[in-house]
Each structure stands twice: as structure tokens, then as C-alpha cells.
Nanobody
Framework: QVQLVESGGGLVQAGGSLRLSCAAS????????MGWYRQAPGKQRELVAT???????SYADSAKGRFTISRDNAKNTMYLQMNSLKPEDTAVYSC???????????WGQGTQVIVSS
């Protein structure tokens, strides 16, 4: 099992920055890729960014150039640095870890990000 706990959300003005953290515990050695997702009110959850165990990253078009995903394996933590935030970035941000050999995955509980205009 892999457990995930997010932190770092909050209220920020447009143009500001936030850094989200996702701390992993449990069978962390079995984690493959990790990612950040978000869900805005009334909308479907969408992928924001992913990072593989080898450090390869990918981003949604909405995140490119503004967000940076990273992971600190020594701390078992993944981060999402969000800069130049916009009101449309307002959402609950959740982290996901793909682990094991059989398509297993875990979700964190989510952290709220509110960007005021």
C-alpha cells in the first residue's frame, strides 16, 4: 500500500505562487509514476503534471511554463511549484501514485487552491 498526504494549498492572489507537497509513505519503493491532478467546481478532474521514477516530466498545456513538478526521493515527497497563478487555476489539487506491477494506484485527500482576481 502507498499512502499520500498533500499540503500547501491556500488562498493566493492572481499572479502569485504556491508550492504543493505530496508526502508518500508505505510501499514507496514500488512507486512508478506520480502526478498532480485538479478538479474545479462543476468540472471533471484533469491531469496537471506527471513525473516518472526516472524524473521524466510531462505537463498539461494549461500548466506549461508556469508549473514545475519535481520529486525528492530522499524525502519521499513530490512537489508542484505553481507560479503566475490565475483564477482559473482554482481547484482541489490531488496527487496520485502508480505503484506495483498490477496497475495499482493511490490518491491523496486533496488540497484546496483558491486564486483570487
Amino acid at each position: 500500500q502507498v499512502q499520500l498526504v498533500e499540503s500547501g494549498g491556500g488562498l493566493v492572489q492572481a499572479g502569485g505562487s504556491l508550492r504543493l507537497s505530496c508526502a508518500a509513505s508505505g510501499s514507496i519503493f514500488s512507486i512508478n509514476a506520480m502526478g498532480w491532478y485538479r478538479q474545479a467546481p462543476g468540472k471533471q478532474r484533469e491531469l496537471v503534471a506527471t513525473i516518472t521514477s526516472g524524473g521524466r516530466t510531462s505537463y498539461a498545456d494549461s500548466a506549461k511554463g508556469r508549473f514545475t513538478i519535481s520529486r525528492d526521493n530522499a524525502k519521499n515527497t513530490m512537489y508542484l511549484q505553481m507560479n503566475s497563478l490565475k483564477p482559473e487555476d482554482t481547484a482541489v489539487y490531488s496527487c496520485k501514485a502508480d505503484w506495483g506491477d498490477y496497475g495499482l494506484y493511490s490518491w491523496g485527500q486533496g488540497t484546496q487552491v483558491i486564486v483570487s482576481s
